[in-house]
């Protein structure tokens, strides 16, 4: 099969399952988000989260590499965006977090499993883990002004995280009867974050659309390039360079507009955002896909 037909292959249920959860409010149909972001935030992803590192294949050497090699391709992000945004004199506390934030979650760990099998997952978690764990302490001090760092703890997500790298690091399993368990959980974390993401985006009203346009091109831009380079520097091996590029260049979060609401950020313009680039992926995403497969 040509580059073209694996690809759409790739991309094609990640965006229907949107598509879908689009479709359903448009038609009238009741979907509680708050309850299954609640779900999915709580339990599903976690579980997942947990044992994909507790089983992961990635030797620690591997491990390592992608570690730092997502560490620096935020910090390197951050840096980017926190001068642009200070010489264009657009509002930090607003713009900033989803900028470098992308949805690594709901697109990037979907992408990964359909791009690289269990073994892209394995990676695109540890991505997804970082990624995280920096939006729920650094990200909520950008939007928020504060965050504390027992608050963070109490995040099942960080949690797991932190449990999910104990048990790799040491060699622990879970009995089977509870990893089939959470195997179970964990399955309903993809389905149910990439419905969410078409609910939401259906609901989302719009704002800016003309800065939300240029921002979301410049976001694609800079983070694939970024994320590009600091693979390409450390050599990561390809499943790693691929997941890593994707992970990063996921477009904004519709967490970063809940978050804009809960703090008083400017939500109308988050809400452009996470709009407009999450349609913009539709392009970007398959292309840089073409590239590192």
């Not at 030797?59 to 730092?68: C, G």
């Not at 407009?276 to 590192?292: C, D, E």
Request: hydrophobic share 60%.
């Amino acid at each position: 099969m040509n580059i073209a037909g694996t690809v759409l292959e790739i991309v094609a249920p990640v965006f229907l399952l949107a598509a879908l959860g689009f479709a359903w409010v448009r038609l009238g149909f009741e979907y509680r988000i708050q309850f299954v972001t609640q779900l999915a935030m709580t339990l599903a992803v976690p579980c997942l989260i947990f044992v994909s590192l507790m089983e992961t294949e990635i030797d620690a050497a591997a491990l390592t590499k992608l570690t730092l090699a997502s560490m620096a391709s935020y910090i390197g992000v951050t840096i980017v965006f926190a001068v642009l945004l200070l010489l264009l004199q657009i509002d930090r506390r607003t713009y900033l977090a989803p900028l470098i934030f992308g949805n690594t979650g709901n697109l990037g760990l979907p992408l990964a499993l359909f791009a690289f099998d269990e073994v892209g997952l394995s990676h695109a978690i540890v991505v997804f883990a970082i990624m995280a764990v920096m939006s729920f302490t650094f990200g909520i001090w950008l939007v928020a002004g504060a965050g504390g760092g027992a608050k963070v703890l109490k995040e099942p997500l960080v949690a797991a995280t932190l449990m999910g790298g104990l048990f790799l690091w040491q060699g622990w399993q879970t009995p089977e009867f509870l990893t089939n368990t959470l195997h179970l959980i964990g399955q309903m974390a993809i389905p149910l974050m990439l419905i969410t993401l078409g609910v939401a985006v259906a609901r989302l009203t719009p704002g800016g659309v003309g800065r939300a346009i240029a921002l979301s091109v410049i976001k694609a831009a800079i983070c694939t390039g970024i994320a590009w380079s600091v693979g390409s520097y450390l050599a990561l091996d390809r499943v790693a360079f691929g997941v890593l590029v994707l992970q990063v260049a996921t477009p904004v979060a519709v967490t970063s507009y809940l978050l804009a609401e809960k703090y008083g950020a400017d939500a109308e313009s988050v809400a452009g955002l996470v709009v407009v680039s999450t349609l913009l992926s539709v392009l970007v995403l398959p292309l840089i896909l073409a590239f590192v497969l």
